[in-house]
């Protein structure tokens, strides 16, 4: 049976509504899902739709009224633990703007259009279809551009992202270029800042060479009196213009960016995040694919985007593809995706990602954990070599 991940619209009627569905499905489209997976539930459908034990995230819409609708159905979801997302249009009143049984809860703020993308990010996590892990990386120069990196960082963050900055991120003691390249194989998203002389550096070329080897997406920030470079398709150009920089500078490494212009290069990230992991996972699962067919073993891309093999005598192997570097969470999500969807125990359940770039450290406690957990790694390399023993 295919899980229904279930998207739950209830409270006041919000103007956005519309909005956010169009860009939600837009996002499962990036991920490869069929959108017959998703459930949409109000008040006019939930009793009959409703699944207690299926992935769910609520949006809750508050109001000034002080007469707030669906208690009941509030109740249901809180009892079920559900994932809920309270919605206020002013962060300062929110205890005013939501039923009791909300304010324990962190809200997010919807004001306008320019918030949409950060909250189906939001819906996306809480379903577990993007990784709850937020990762970037800025590639610059920093003899050009040092000044608006750190700016970005300090917003991003502020943002909710996990962001890579070379001359914040890494620690004393670290091999520089090992944690780098380590990163980048573990980030959702690239924001380069194209400046004049960014490809003279050999760095700044192999970020870039590298981020497109491994399709992540890109977001070019190029520089005013300065062309884009030719990149993927994961690419994404905002041509910056002179007032886009506080006081119209932008030819040396102190300038920064008006605030307007460094909201439009996060609401940018938000899209084209869901694009790079889902493009990412589709090459694993391309190559894995490929590689099972050249040894006539029949492999099925399950709806929820895993793959399982059925041998004789009943056994089943369960392969999860997992973009960037597995950590302990990955593991778990991972575990709880399965048990949603298979509730025998016949299977053996393996992770299936890239080591290509990530620290010789890391790998090393990857196969430590395969020691102790039922839930194994594979890397994509070793395929081959494993299909051949199953």
Request: proline share 1%; with cysteine; net charge negative.
């Given at each position: 049976m295919n899980t229904k991940y279930q998207l739950v619209f209830i409270g006041e009627d919000n103007t956005f509504k519309n909005r956010i569905l169009d860009t939600f499905f837009?996002?499962?489209?990036?991920?490869?899902?069929?959108?017959?997976?998703?459930?949409?539930?109000?008040?006019?459908?939930?009793?009959?739709?409703?699944?207690?034990?299926?992935?769910?995230?609520?949006?809750?819409?508050?109001?000034?009224?002080?007469?707030?609708?669906?208690?009941?159905?509030l109740d249901i979801l809180i009892r079920d633990a559900s994932f809920i997302l309270p919605i206020v249009n002013n962060i300062n009143n929110i205890t005013k703007l939501l039923p009791t049984q909300l304010h324990s809860i962190n809200?997010?703020?919807?004001?306008?259009?320019?918030?949409?993308?950060?909250?189906?990010?939001?819906?996306?996590?809480?379903?577990?279809?993007?990784?709850?892990s937020r990762r970037l990386f800025i590639s610059y120069k920093r003899n050009e551009s040092s000044g608006v990196a750190i700016q970005l960082y300090e917003k991003l963050e502020k943002s909710g992202f996990d962001v890579f900055l070379d001359t914040h991120s890494i620690r004393p003691g670290e091999i520089f270029q090992d944690e780098l390249w380590h990163r980048l194989a573990d980030t959702d998203v690239v924001v380069l800042l194209n400046t004049k002389?960014?490809?003279?550096?050999?760095?700044?070329?192999?970020?870039?060479?590298?981020?497109n080897s491994m399709s992540i997406g890109i977001i070019q920030l190029v520089w005013p009196n300065h062309s884009a470079e030719s990149m993927s398709q994961l690419s994404i150009q905002i041509q910056l213009l002179k007032d886009n920089f506080v006081k119209n500078k932008f030819d040396?490494?102190?300038?920064?960016?008006?605030?307007?212009?460094?909201?439009?290069?996060?609401?940018?990230?938000?899209?084209?995040?869901?694009?790079?992991?889902?493009?990412r996972q589709d090459n694993l699962v391309t190559e894995f694919m490929k590689t099972a067919k050249s040894f006539n073993i029949k492999a099925d891309l399950q709806p929820e985007k895993f793959i399982t093999i059925a041998r004789d005598g009943g056994k089943e192997f369960i392969v999860l593809p997992t973009v960037g570097v597995p950590h302990a969470f990955t593991y778990n999500q991972s575990e709880e995706l399965i048990k949603q969807i298979r509730s025998h125990k016949s299977s053996?359940?393996?992770?299936?990602?890239?080591?290509?770039?990530?620290?010789?450290?890391?790998?090393?406690?990857?196969?430590?954990?395969?020691?102790?957990?039922?839930?194994?790694?594979k890397k994509i390399t070793e395929i081959e070599k494993w299909l051949k023993t199953i």
């Open positions: 837009k996002h499962i489209d990036d991920l490869g899902l069929n959108k017959s997976s998703i459930i949409v539930l109000q008040e006019s459908n939930f009793k009959d739709n409703y699944i207690s034990n299926s992935p769910t995230v609520a949006l809750y819409f508050g109001n000034d009224t002080k007469v707030f609708k669906n208690l009941d159905i809200g997010s703020v919807l004001k306008n259009e320019n918030e949409i993308e950060h909250l189906v990010s939001s819906i996306l996590e809480g379903l577990s279809l993007l990784r709850l002389g960014f490809l003279e550096s050999r760095w700044t070329k192999e970020e870039l060479a590298k981020a040396d490494n102190k300038c920064f960016l008006e605030d307007s212009a460094s909201d439009i290069i996060i609401n940018s990230v938000e899209s084209l995040r869901a694009r790079s992991l889902g493009a053996e359940l393996f992770l299936l990602y890239d080591h290509r770039n990530i620290r010789k450290k890391w790998i090393e406690h990857l196969s430590w954990l395969d020691l102790y957990l039922p839930l194994k790694s």
